[in-house]
């Protein structure tokens, strides 16, 4: 337990949604990636989040989507099969935009956390002085 | 006329001990006994040596901060806040050590003032 623990526990959650953050980036790029049907699907990422013992949260690991994703019929793309069918990524536009503000939120809580960190050692520096 | 000594009634209740409530004199108030250990010749070596300490975690904090801020220069930052953060604890890591410094300069001048 250093003095700016509290510092690095918002370090690690701004870490950790950064990396949520560029998840949803990367699934919001891909939203309209569509692949043949003999091919997987675009496979959404979905960031896991695990509590660290000593204090904040770490990315334990990625979970993606369905490689099976959504057979559209589209015959006049360049990749349909015979019966004009693409396969598209099981991703949901609406779903993915509530968690970009959600991310979006937990990165300005964090900085949050910062810039109070700061003022509760700044004021703490004020004891004894003149 | 002489004034007849008028007999009052006593109002002196009697002792009810209320349940929860301790007597005044089962409290017991801080003891002032507590002496203070005179300082011994080693303090003031130890004193020096904690501001050596705080000295070389601070050195290694702007150091740390001023790795990062050539990466965020040269593109290689992944996470601003790793920088951002950084320098922050750097910051108030040398206002502590002037805060320090200052204190103790204080302690010593206040000492030379002293009339012999």
């Known amino acids: 337990m250093g003095a700016f623990e509290t510092l690095r526990i918002a370090n690690t959650s701004l870490g950790a949604h950064q990396v949520w953050l560029d998840a949803i980036a990367g699934n919001i790029a891909n939203v309209n990636t569509v692949t043949s049907t003999d091919e997987e699907a675009f496979r959404a990422t979905y960031v896991i989040f695990d509590a660290r013992p000593d204090g904040g949260v770490d990315v334990d690991g990625f979970a993606g989507s369905d490689p099976e994703g959504r057979l559209v019929h589209d015959p006049d793309h360049p990749l349909a099969d015979e019966d004009g069918y693409v396969r598209a990524p099981e ?4 779903s993915q935009m509530g968690q970009l503000v959600m991310a979006q939120r937990g990165f300005q809580a964090s900085v949050q956390m910062t810039k109070t960190a700061q003022d509760t050692y700044s004021a703490a520096l004020q ?3 003149k | 006329m002489s004034v007849m000594p008028v007999e009052f009634p006593s109002f002196s209740a009697p002792a009810v001990p209320v349940p929860g409530v301790a007597s005044l004199g089962d409290i017991a108030g801080p003891s002032l006994s507590q ?3 005179p300082a011994s010749a080693a303090d003031g070596a130890e004193f020096g040596s904690m501001v ?3 000295l070389d ?5 702007t150091d740390r901060a001023d790795g990062l801020a050539v990466e965020a220069a040269t593109g290689n930052l992944d996470n601003i806040h790793d920088y951002t ?3 922050s ?3 108030v890591a040398t206002q502590l ?5 200052n204190k103790a300069v204080e302690a010593f001048n206040e000492i030379m003032r002293m009339q012999v």
């Open chain 1, 91 to 94: 991703l949901d536009m609406s």
């Open chain 1, 127 to 129: 004891i004894g002085a």
């Open chain 2, 35 to 37: 002496s203070v250990a």
């Open chain 2, 52 to 54: 050596l300490d705080g």
């Open chain 2, 57 to 61: 975690r601070l050195e290694g904090l």
């Open chain 2, 85 to 87: 953060i950084a320098a």
């Open chain 2, 89 to 91: 604890e750097a910051q």
């Open chain 2, 97 to 101: 050590t002037v805060a320090l410094r």
